[in-house]
């Protein structure tokens, strides 16, 4: 078989994922779990996927985290390239970007995972169960993992319940379900808003 009839023939046996994994308000899918269903198909079928990095580009977010590491932005592309391991001269190439936030040294890592997560569910046209789509269109953004996370050591600094202190901010201040459910473009205000009420805290320990 060549390379495309290889491809068609893992489409037949990978046709559909379920999203598992809770972020935020919505499921995913993660690239562990993918690679985990695919990669015995793509043994079996003779199909050996190469990815290469053809740009990459780190930004500033203007964040940082609680002890000050800044968080960054990294857009990149990258190039798959899907060959017949009987044949190497018979391949085909896919072409996906990404872009992930975190500190220090692991956006580029998992930029890198998600491309080639992606590659893989497009080429392969594997369902997971929710549109994308229509989950975005016209919903505001939301808090980061690393947000919420220093969120809740903004707490733990100040000695606040996190889970009680976080539950009650979100749904009196914010007017949202939970703290996940947080606007991206809020996160600042609620960092004042914690900061503010630990400080409250301390003094009136002090006081007492």
Request: charged share 30%; glycine share 4%; net charge negative.
């Amino acid at each position: 078989m060549n390379i495309c009839q290889r491809i068609n023939a893992i489409r037949v046996e990978v046709p559909y994922l379920v999203k598992t994994k809770k972020v935020e308000s919505y499921k995913a899918i993660t690239h562990d779990e993918v690679t985990a269903w695919v990669r015995p198909h793509l043994i079996k079928h003779g199909v050996i996927v190469c990815q290469r990095q053809v740009d990459g580009q780190t930004h500033s977010t203007g964040k940082q985290t609680k002890n000050g590491s800044p968080i960054v932005r990294y857009d990149a592309v990258y190039e798959f390239k899907w060959v017949n391991m009987d044949d190497p001269t018979d391949n085909i190439i896919t072409v996906f970007s990404a872009s992930a936030e975190d500190y220090n040294d692991k956006a580029p890592g998992k930029a890198a995972s998600y491309a080639a997560k992606t590659n893989m569910l497009k080429t392969l046209n594997i369902e997971t169960g929710e549109d994308d789509e229509g989950r975005l269109e016209g919903m505001p953004e939301t808090v980061t993992d690393e947000q919420l996370i220093n969120l809740r050591e903004i707490c733990e600094s100040y000695s606040l319940p996190v889970d009680e202190t976080l539950k009650a901010m979100a749904t009196k201040a914010f007017k949202v379900k939970k703290i996940e459910d947080l606007p991206l473009d809020r996160f600042e205000e609620a960092q004042t808003l914690l900061d503010r009420k630990g400080k409250k805290a301390a003094a009136d320990a002090t006081k007492n």
